[in-house]
């Protein structure tokens, strides 16, 4: 029996952003497998043009309300750069322990409230509220503990105000550090509740090789800059991003597409554990182990998995940080800041992958040009050429049908977790 299908998703839900699924199989021979980004491009490079030093980070934090303190720490860090700033060891752990608030922020967002309801045949979260209510009360609790913790460092649960150029603006209360470091250690008992959540989910059997791209861990898990490094054994520094993102543009896309060694690669959880698994703490890569989750995994399925791994990993790191900035509340956190001509480039693993900003600026530090790389903007490529994989293996399936490829393909999409308002810059 030949299978025919046909696919047209517009938009896909449960993703940020306008993008389009569309899948053509006619008498088993596939004609058509397509990822489209249709959002409409915001410039927002442009904005930055003529803009003060002091305003950078504030303006670029509202890029995205996801991911806005990496937004932040990626402008502040290529200001730093190309001010010749460096900041007090304290301001790093600070934003470090930022950084890990909105990693945790995103993941449990995505992981519950988004790519879950397909594994539980649902078509929203909603009904998961009434269906499995302590599970809606641990993802709900989860959140709130990574939305105060961003409140407390960053000023905000999103746009913050405490990261800026030269270091971070205060340094929280001891005693409310202590009190978030209580919560994160309550919190490692609803992560293993959640892993055992997510052994119960069939993840689709699926693999396409392709190249992991990802900051390279020095001294610990990579989140805030650092060498860039793929799984084909490019390496390059970090103000020589554009060596490894090699944008182009498409027809039927209003974001652009990037490649590296190969068509296409892949940024991400996924990326950066493969890329950095011994990095991981301990009990992260304990969980790894619970799904076979070891490098190299080539099923985007499981970046889903990688997202929960991360997720253990930032709730143990973060009370290390805790631990430590506690033993000195008085350290410094700011530096003074002279603006000079100059160029700086910033890398930050946001939730979906690797963040570059990169300024120009004039010596009364104004901005004259920049340039801001989104983590979806490279991985949409490998998104749709993922997808055209999936369908060719999928459609000869017996008994599959145009619902059936539909949420797989939905599925495959969600699972990077995508970004498309960012992706059109």
């Known amino acids: 029996m030949t299978i025919t299908l046909k696919v047209d998703v517009h938009h896909l839900g449960r993703v940020e952003g306008h993008g389009n699924i569309k899948v053509r199989v006619v008498d088993g021979e596939l004609t058509e497998a397509r990822w489209d980004i249709v959002e409409t491009p915001r410039f927002f490079e442009v904005m930055l043009k003529g803009k003060h030093y002091t305003t950078a980070g504030i303006l670029t ?62 078509h929203s979260a909603i009904p998961l509220k009434d269906i499995k209510p302590e599970v809606f009360a641990l993802a709900a609790r989860l959140k709130k503990l990574a939305n105060d913790m961003c409140d407390v460092v960053a000023g905000r649960t999103t746009h913050p105000v405490s990261i800026q150029v030269g270091g971070m603006a205060r340094m929280p209360d001891k005693h409310t550090l202590l009190d978030l470091k209580s919560r994160l250690e309550r919190a490692v008992e609803d ?16 693999e396409r090789e392709t190249e992991f791209v990802s900051l390279k861990g020095e001294r610990g898990y990579p989140f805030i800059g650092g060498r860039i490094f793929s799984s084909d054994g490019v390496e390059h520094a970090e103000a020589e991003y554009l060596a490894m993102t090699n944008e182009y543009v498409t027809e039927n896309n209003t974001s652009k597409w990037c490649k590296l060694s190969r068509e296409s690669f892949a940024v991400g959880a996924l990326a950066r ?26 099923n985007p399925f499981m970046n889903n998995i990688a997202q929960l791994v991360e997720c253990v990993h930032v709730v143990h790191e973060s009370i290390r940080l805790i631990e430590e900035l506690v033993e000195n509340p008085n350290a410094e956190t700011m530096v003074p800041v002279k603006p000079r001509a100059g160029r700086g480039v910033a890398a930050v693993e946001v939730p979906r992958g690797i963040l570059y900003h990169d300024y120009e600026y004039d010596e009364n530090g104004r901005i004259v040009k920049a340039n801001c790389i989104i983590p979806t903007t490279q991985n949409n490529a490998n998104i749709h050429y993922d997808l055209n994989a999936l369908v060719k293996q999928m459609a000869g399936n017996s008994g599959m049908t145009d619902e ?22």
């Not at 992560?191 to 699926?206: C, D, G, K, S």
């Open 404 to 425: 059936r490829m539909e949420l797989l393909c939905s599925m495959l999409v969600r699972s990077y977790d995508p970004c498309i308002s960012c992706s059109v810059h």
């Open 273 to 298: 554990v493969n890329n950095n698994y011994h990095r991981l703490h301990p009990k992260a890569r304990a969980v790894a182990v619970l799904f076979d989750l070891a490098p190299v995994c080539y």
């Open 61 to 122: 934090a509202r890029i995205c309300g996801i991911c806005s303190i990496g937004h932040c720490l990626a402008s502040v860090r290529a200001t730093e750069f190309a001010f010749g700033v460096e900041i007090p060891e304290a301001a790093a752990k600070l934003r470090l322990l930022a950084k890990h608030g909105e990693t945790l922020q995103s993941h449990v967002l995505h992981l519950f409230f988004l790519a879950a309801p397909d594994f539980l045949g649902l």
């Open 191 to 206: 992560l293993r509740v959640a892993v055992e959540l997510f052994r119960t989910f069939e993840i689709p059997e699926f």
